[in-house]
C-alpha cells in the first residue's frame, strides 16, 4: 500500500459525460501527480500540482482540468468524454517538487470505460 | 527533450531463467534520474528502483539487479532465477533535474514480462 488514495476505482460512463477523480496523496506529500495510462498512448504525465498550484502541464486535453485543494486532495475533471479517454487514470504524490528528488508514489488507479 | 526507449515489448521465459530488460534512454540534462516500475496483473504501479545520473554503481536486491551505463544511456533490468510471480508489466522511467519544478515522469511503453512454471 503506497498511501496514495484514489476514488473510485471503476467508472464507467457514457461519451459526452462529464466525470471526476479524486486523488489522496500520502501523508505530508506536497505535490501530486496525473498520469493516463492507455493501450495507445500508453503511460503519459497529465498535469502536476505543488501545494495548490499548478506548476507543470504535460499533455493534457483542453477537456480535462485539474486541482489541488487546500487539504491537499486533488480532482482531476473529465469532460465532453471521448471513447478515447478509457483508461487507466493514476494519481502520484511526492514530498517536494525538484530540485531534490523525492519518489513519486502511486496510487491504485481509476480505471475509466467510457461507452 | 527526454525519452525512454523499451525495444523488447514481450517476454516470455521458463522459471528459474535468467532474463534481462532494456532501457535507453535520451536527455540533454547532465543530472536525471532513472528509474524501474514493476505493473502486476492487478494493476498499481510498484517502484522498484530509482538510480541517480551522478552514481553509476549498480546495484543488486535480492534477485534484481539494475546496470546503469551512462556510456551507452541504458539502465538494463535483470531478474535472475525468475519466477511466476515475477509476471508483470515493466516500466523505465526518466525525471530530469533541470526542469527544476518539473519532476513528472517520462516512462518506455513498457516490457510485458511472462515466466512460466
Known amino acids: 500500500d503506497s498511501g496514495v488514495t484514489q476514488t473510485p476505482k471503476h467508472l464507467i460512463t457514457a461519451t459526452g459525460q462529464r466525470v471526476t477523480l479524486r486523488c489522496s496523496p500520502r501523508s505530508g506529500d506536497l505535490s501530486v501527480y496525473w498520469y493516463q495510462q492507455s493501450l495507445d498512448q500508453g503511460l503519459q504525465f497529465l498535469i502536476q500540482?505543488?501545494?495548490?498550484?499548478?506548476?507543470a502541464k504535460g499533455n493534457i486535453l483542453e477537456r480535462f482540468s485539474a486541482q489541488q485543494f487546500p487539504d491537499l486532495h486533488s480532482e482531476l475533471n473529465l469532460s465532453s468524454l471521448e471513447l478515447g479517454d478509457s483508461a487507466l487514470y493514476f494519481c502520484?504524490?511526492?514530498?517536494?517538487?525538484?530540485?531534490?528528488?523525492?519518489?513519486?508514489?502511486f496510487g491504485p488507479g481509476t480505471r475509466l470505460t467510457v461507452l | 527533450a527526454q525519452k525512454v526507449t523499451q525495444a523488447q515489448t514481450e517476454i516470455s521465459v521458463v522459471e528459474k531463467e535468467d532474463v534481462t530488460l532494456d532501457c535507453v534512454y535520451e536527455?540533454?540534462?547532465?543530472?536525471?534520474?532513472l528509474f524501474w516500475y514493476k505493473q502486476p496483473p492487478s494493476g498499481e504501479l510498484v517502484f522498484l528502483i530509482r538510480r541517480n545520473s551522478f552514481d553509476e554503481q549498480n546495484e543488486i536486491s535480492g534477485r534484481y539487479s539494475w546496470n546503469f551505463q551512462k556510456s551507452t544511456s541504458s539502465f538494463n533490468f535483470t531478474i535472475t532465477a525468475s519466477q511466476v510471480v515475477d509476471s508483470a508489466v515493466y516500466f523505465c522511467?526518466?525525471?530530469?533535474?533541470?526542469?527544476?519544478?518539473?519532476?513528472?515522469?517520462?516512462f518506455g511503453k513498457g516490457i510485458t514480462l511472462s515466466v512460466r512454471p
Open positions: 536527455t540533454r540534462d547532465t543530472t536525471y534520474y
Open positions: 502520484a504524490s511526492s514530498k517536494t517538487q525538484g530540485p531534490i528528488y523525492n519518489e513519486q508514489f
Open positions: 500540482y505543488y501545494n495548490g498550484e499548478e506548476r
Open positions: 522511467a526518466l525525471s530530469e533535474r533541470a526542469a527544476g519544478a518539473n519532476s513528472k515522469l517520462t
